[in-house]
């Protein structure tokens, strides 16, 4: 294998931040998704997948500079001092493996312990041989990175969870099905939705951020609204419509109702986790017209009311 700072294009005292710049270029310009018809460009591929497996492994990185193993990841002289200098003495079993004897007469020596120290697998292959590569674990290749976007999602819209569309890096445009208790700052992940990557797409992380709504107001899972009535509604009572976050419904006011009264509609709220909803929660503000001759010459002569801020002490 050739010099793996020499495949990806870099120095030898490059970043973790430049390895990893260059491989993803190499990637996406190699990858075999997008050079079926060139099988060179696969085997590039894979030299540089297999450098960049070397180089972003700090302790291979590390041993590799210091010439303890090659471009492959094998040791360069496994068998140096320590085991006699010139490798064995003597040969391997009928079985084709090596014999404690073969280390100075030691006996009880575990030779699966031996090669898990050297190698960083175990010894004991099929026939007492080693397992490919001696043992030398391969790393997966690392998927693509994850992309973020930040959808904005209508009050109602968030409380009714109706779907929303969103449309991601490579123009395809999904339906994103709303989880029950969403709320600013929930994060949906979307599977494979990243970047590519040689190991496979990264995901995509969707952060929801709920808009605030011109007569509505959250409060935990309710839903409330200030709602202007008449004085006539108030004093006489009766149904008026009320707007929801699904659709208008009809609220009967109690007789006599002063501003400031809040009435409940059970389950016009958010949706929670658990299945259940919240409520809507209305407070009637009685709206009186600035200039209303008729309401005033009534005033005039009216005396009844008593005094509202009794309980006040005034």
């Known amino acids: 294998m050739a010099d793996p700072y020499s495949t990806l294009g870099v120095a030898r005292g490059a970043s973790e931040a430049e390895i990893k710049k260059a491989y993803r270029k190499l990637a996406k310009e190699l990858h075999p998704d997008r050079n079926q018809d060139n099988p060179k460009a696969a085997e590039r591929f894979s030299q540089v997948t297999n450098a ?3 180089l972003s492994d700090k302790d291979k990185r590390a041993r590799f500079d210091r010439g303890e193993i090659d471009a492959d990841g094998n040791p360069t002289s496994p068998f140096g001092a320590g085991f006699g200098g010139g490798g064995f003495a003597g040969g391997r079993s009928a079985g084709g493996g090596f014999r404690s004897e073969d ?8 030779m699966s312990d031996i090669f898990e120290g050297l190698f960083g697998g175990r010894a004991g292959g099929p026939g007492g041989g080693f397992s490919s590569g001696f043992g030398r674990r391969q790393r997966a290749a690392p998927r693509g990175e994850n992309v973020a976007y930040r959808l904005r999602v209508p009050f109602v819209d968030a409380a009714a969870l109706e779907p929303q569309r969103i449309t991601l890096a490579d123009g ?23 970047e590519q990557g040689p190991g496979g797409a990264g995901d995509a992380i969707v952060t929801i951020d709920v808009q605030p709504h011109r007569f509505f107001t959250r409060d935990g899972d309710d839903v409330r609204l200030d709602l202007p009535i008449t004085l006539a509604e108030a004093v006489n009572g009766g149904p008026v ?34 299945g259940t909803r919240g409520d809507q929660l209305v407070t009637l503000m009685i709206q009186i017209p600035a200039d209303d001759a008729a309401l005033a010459s009534f005033v005039e002569g009216w005396s009844g009311g008593g005094n509202p801020r009794a309980d006040m002490g005034v």
């Open 103 to 110: 280390f100075g007469g030691a006996e009880g020596v575990d």
């Open 172 to 194: 395809k445009t999904i339906d994103l099905k709303l989880p029950p208790g969403v709320e600013t700052g929930t994060q949906m992940r979307l599977s494979g939705k990243g």
């Open 52 to 54: 960049y497996d070397l």
């Open 241 to 274: 419509k009320v707007p929801t976050v699904q659709k208008p419904v009809m609220l009967t006011v109690p007789k006599g109702s002063s501003s400031g009264r809040t009435l409940r509609l059970k389950g016009k709220g958010f949706h929670r986790k658990d």
